[in-house]
């Protein structure tokens, strides 16, 4: 029995229906149909995390971009990435922080050299001129120990 040849113009009605019953992306089918587009829409794979001993983060995509953040989880650098990866794995690592106590932490600086660190949750621990903790108010002891970490390697 011969096979059917598939009429062009029919070509991207075809895939956008073979994508539609597709459980990886259903979304997906209706651009490329639009757009007379012979590709299959690909799933992106998710980057790895990786959190060293040391509280230091960093991302990394299969395309080789690799994104770095310190033990506060600022962002420190990136090789080889563009803007929507990035973006990315900020929200990767603000994920991972805020599970393990932290998230949202914001160091500040004051003009009497005093430093205040706050999270996002309303958690805030003060220091005075020396890097000495004075107080905190509405946190866990985890969030604590981590607001002492950053403080000592800014002081």
């Known amino acids: 029995m011969p096979r059917p040849a598939i009429v062009p113009a029919l070509a991207p009605a075809l895939v956008a229906a073979l994508l539609a019953l597709s459980p990886a992306a259903p979304a ?17 794979p998710r980057p790895t995390l990786v959190r060293y001993p040391s509280g230091a983060y960093e991302v990394r995509y299969v395309d080789n971009c690799v994104v770095t953040y310190d033990t506060s989880g600022r962002r420190t650098g990136s090789r080889r990435c563009i803007p929507a990866q990035v973006k990315r794995a900020d929200r990767l690592v603000q994920e991972d922080a805020a599970s393990r106590g932290g998230g949202g932490l914001k160091y500040r600086k004051l ?38 970490k950053v403080v000592q390697q800014r002081f």
Request: include cysteine; hydrophobic fraction near 35%.
């Open 28 to 44: 997906a089918a209706a651009p490329a149909a639009r757009s007379g587009a012979f590709e299959l829409a690909q799933a992106k």
């Open 111 to 148: 003009a009497s050299g005093a430093a205040r660190v706050t999270y996002s949750d309303g958690c805030i621990v003060t220091y005075n001129k020396t890097g000495r903790r004075s107080g905190s108010r509405g946190c866990r002891p985890k969030q604590v120990r981590r607001a002492d």
